[in-house]
């Protein structure tokens, strides 16, 4: 059993930032890798920036230059930096783990942590 426990979210003004973490806890063999998705109001969820065991990044075109993934990797951890936030950021912002169990691969996700980016 993997835990994802997220936080950092709120609402901020555009133009301003928020700092999002994830930690992840139980048992964990093998992480081979964090990311952060999200959803917005009516919209599909998305993939905003993923990070691999070996530190390999990539983001999602709409938050190149503006948002930081980085990783904890002593602590199962991932953060998200969001600088220059838009409205159109506004969305539930779920923390991702894909974790190498025997001969497949496991996701675990947690419960969504609301930004909100007024104009």
């Known amino acids: 059993q993997v835990q994802l426990v997220e936080s950092g979210g709120g609402l901020v003004q555009a133009g301003g930032s928020l700092r999002l973490s994830c930690a992840a806890s139980?048992?964990?063999?093998?992480?081979?890798?964090m990311g952060w998705y999200r959803q917005g109001p009516g919209k599909q969820r998305e993939l905003v920036a993923g990070?691999?065991?070996?530190?390999?990044?990539n983001y999602t075109d709409s938050v190149k230059a503006r948002f930081t993934i980085s990783r904890d990797t002593a602590k199962n951890t991932v953060y998200l930096q969001m600088n220059s936030l838009k409205p159109e950021d506004t969305a539930v912002y779920y923390c991702?783990?894909?974790?190498?169990?025997?001969?497949?691969?496991?996701?675990?996700w947690g419960q969504g942590t609301q930004v909100t980016v007024s104009s």
């Open positions: 990070i691999t065991r070996a530190g390999s990044t």
């Open positions: 139980g048992t964990i063999f093998s992480l081979n890798a």
């Open positions: 991702n783990a894909e974790v190498q169990g025997y001969r497949k691969l496991i996701y675990y």
